[in-house]
């Protein structure tokens, strides 16, 4: 069984180099294998978290060298219920970036270039919750880091560049970092790997051994998106075509809070920090949940309340009971499946209506019935309505915050009040503008042609006047050409549909409007709205939202489960005794 443990780092590189070699041909072939390879995946990652759960942590050392010296990965139920969780999501995510492509007409952009770092980024994530050691723990990151810049620049476009090159600059700085507080505990210690460090770190001077776990920390909270180390998540993730935004808000930021949850138990026991550790769990509530409040665009709403929410996974580690440790699991495999569930959703709208500007929504509960159910029960499961997962997690940490019983407990409970409260009001904000209300004045015909932000500037408009748009303001008036569809304040034409359609700044290098399209194909190319959406975009949404529903009829032995987790988590001695030998 140990056998098994590597095999979802490797297969899914195994795949990207046949893929790779094949290059931007046999289309269903390699749409067919890229299914394939997560579905098997999946499979694996149940068939651990069994085994890990049965017969204890299961580990092995590459090649067969022992620690320090070799690379051990190791499965124990924490690892195995976030392979589970993120290898099913990523699969779902998969399909549904197969109906986007088809409906883009491009499937050599999503075959040739999506899929290979689709994969490997899967591979760097099943790294990083199987690693034994800080180095290897690094590498996942790294490997996704690459494989994330490909995601988000995926097309060119200024505007994903530009987001792009934020989130790699932020992501470089804890890489160097992580680095630095990898080579001092060696320096200290000896050893990089965890079962050894857990057993060597409490000979280290205490200053010393505080130091490295704040280090870490930090680097973590980073890849969290903790406040106040969260700033570049909101600009950077809602550029991305909507799949890989799906997956990064799910999925990248919960490996952060998985790492705090594998170094906080058991490197850290009884840590010192973990006053800092609630302030920030609750700077991350009140903050984000206050930004989301302040939006009008539905993935800047969602790109907040991504915030906010991790925070109630700090607070569960910042408690460092079994309580609280138990319920920070329950809610990271909750919010994993909801936050991406809601970004589906998310692309779908944007998809259908041509935008996620929610001044520009309205009527999807009477024309879209489907959708609205879609968005409707992961935005009610994200508020915390019982008896859906959400309450489960939620609940689980409050009633920690309260057997703990100290001030900053008591604050944090006060806090994952308020902003289950607030989480509610936002997605009843949502539902009420884009859902429940009549659509507004010029909301979009069905077979639109929205232009993206990064267009030519050579339309048939610009020949037609000869005047161009350099000079002209934003929303000013423009007499559109035929066919054309005009931007906010413009003229219908003969023949020509009235709404907002073709954003004042496409092709032209003036910036865009709140709610135009800035890029929404895989390329960043010009999409044309539809109110057919594509069946695997849909069947996807339908599955992620069935996956989270799951979580609420198996609440017992899912809590059951997590609760085992914690005990071995806080305990040390089965992961110590898996990896070193009894």
Not at 11 to 24: Q, W, Y
Not at 130 to 138: E, K, Q, S
Not at 394 to 421: E, F, I, Q
Request: charged residues 10%; proline residues 7%; negative net charge.
């Amino acid at each position: 069984m140990n056998a098994l443990v590597p095999l979802p780092v490797v297969l899914p590189l195994c795949v990207t180099g046949l893929k790779l070699a094949i290059g931007p041909r046999l289309h269903r072939f390699q749409r067919f294998i890229s299914i394939a390879v997560l579905g098997a995946v999946l499979v694996l990652s149940v068939v651990l978290m069994v085994a890990a759960d049965r017969h204890g942590p299961l580990s092995v050392h590459l090649g067969d060298f022992a620690p320090p010296v070799g690379i051990t990965l190791v499965a124990d139920r924490l690892a195995g219920l976030m392979l589970t969780v993120s290898s099913a999501v990523t699969l779902l995510v998969l399909v549904y970036s197969l109906g986007q492509g088809m409906a883009d007409r491009d499937d050599q952009a999503p075959v040739g270039v999506f899929h290979p770092a689709y994969l490997i980024l899967v591979a760097g994530v099943s790294c990083t919750f199987l690693a034994g050691d800080l180095v290897n723990l690094y590498v996942g990151f790294e490997i996704m880091l690459v494989a994330s810049f490909v995601l988000l620049t995926i097309g060119g476009t200024a505007t994903r560049i530009r987001a792009g090159s934020t989130y790699v600059i932020i992501s470089l700085f804890s890489s160097v970092l992580f680095l630095v507080a990898i080579a001092m505990t060696y320096a200290v210690a000896g050893t990089v790997n965890l079962a050894q460090l857990a057993q060597r770190l409490q000979e280290v001077p205490l200053g010393v051994r505080t130091l490295l776990e704040a280090m870490l920390l930090t680097v973590f909270a980073i890849k969290a998106a903790v406040f106040p180390l969260a700033a570049w998540l909101p600009d950077s993730y809602p550029t991305a075509p909507a799949p890989v935004t799906a997956v990064f808000a799910g999925l990248l930021t919960k490996v952060g809070v998985y790492s705090m949850l594998r170094t906080q138990t058991l490197l850290f026991p009884g840590h010192r920090l973990g006053d800092l550790l609630m302030l920030a769990a609750l700077a991350s509530m009140v903050v984000g949940i206050l930004g989301a409040v302040a939006q009008t665009d539905l993935k800047r709403v969602l790109s907040f309340t991504l915030i906010s929410h991790i925070g109630y996974m700090v607070f569960g580690i910042a408690l460092a009971g079994g309580g609280g440790i138990s319920g920070a699991i329950v809610y990271v495999a909750h919010h994993i499946t909801v936050q991406t569930t809601l970004f589906l959703v998310a692309g779908l709208i944007e998809r259908r209506d041509g935008t996620t500007e929610l001044t520009r929504l309205g009527g999807l509960a009477r024309t879209a019935p489907l959708l609205a159910v879609l968005f409707f029960v992961p935005a009610m499961n994200l508020a915390g309505i019982p008896p859906l997962s959400g309450f489960i997690g939620k609940l689980g940490l409050m009633r920690a915050g309260v057997a703990d019983g100290g001030g900053w407990a008591w604050a944090l409970v006060a806090g994952s009040a308020a902003t289950s409260l607030l989480t509610l009001y936002v997605m009843a904000k949502v539902w009420n503008l884009a859902f429940w209300r009549e659509a507004p004045p010029g909301a979009e015909e069905e077979g639109v042609v929205l232009e993206s932000a990064e267009d030519d500037d050579t339309d048939d408009t610009d020949d037609d006047t000869g005047d161009g748009e350099e000079g002209r303001a934003p929303g000013s008036e423009e007499t559109p050409g035929p066919g054309k569809t005009p931007g906010p304040g413009g003229t219908p034409g003969p023949g020509e549909t009235p709404g907002p359609g073709r954003p004042a700044g496409a092709g032209s290098g003036l910036p865009v409007p709140a709610g135009a399209v800035v890029s929404a194909g895989f390329l960043g190319q010009s999409i044309t709205t539809t109110r057919h959406l594509p069946w695997p975009m849909l069947l996807a949404t339908g599955a992620a939202v069935a996956l989270g529903l799951s979580y609420t009829v198996l609440g017992g032995p899912l809590t059951t489960f997590t609760q085992a987790a914690a005990t071995e988590l806080l305990a040390r001695t089965p992961y110590i005794e898996a990896v070193l030998g009894r």
